[in-house]
């Protein structure tokens, strides 16, 4: 059985940082991208971040370029979120993933963590 396991969420003040991690089981991820996705109150699930399992590449929404940092770990099958200068409009719940593809299409998710960034 496939696990994704979200932690590190939390509350933080606005140009704070927070580090969010999804400790992956139960099968191999070698073709797969993992990442993250997040959600805000009334808004529709959105991309954040993800990385290829194989080659390392990493992919960054818009918004979160240049403040967020996704990294693996190979043996531990962990996925990383570094989060910097964290704005309010970063609050979301934010969902581990993992698919063939960067939408996650008829993959893997988390249950979810909450982050707050207050102003």
């Known amino acids: 059985q496939v696990q994704l396991v979200e932690s590190g969420g939390g509350l933080v003040q606005a140009g704070g940082s927070l580090r969010l991690s999804c400790a992956a089981s139960?099968?191999?991820?070698?073709?797969?991208?993992m990442g993250w996705f997040r959600q805000a109150p009334g808004k529709e699930r959105e991309f954040v971040a993800a990385?290829?399992?194989?080659?390392?590449?990493?992919y960054y929404a818009d918004s979160v370029k240049g403040r967020f940092t996704i990294s693996r770990d190979n043996v531990k099958i962990t996925v990383y979120l570094q989060m910097n200068s964290l704005k309010p409009e970063d609050t979301a719940v934010y969902y581990c993933?993992?698919?063939?593809?960067?939408?996650?299409?008829?993959?893997?998710w988390g249950q979810g963590t909450q982050v707050t960034v207050s102003s």
């Open positions: 139960g099968r191999t991820f070698n073709n797969y991208y």
């Open positions: 990385i290829s399992w194989s080659s390392g590449s990493t």
């Open positions: 993933g993992a698919g063939r593809n960067l939408r996650f299409a008829g993959g893997y």
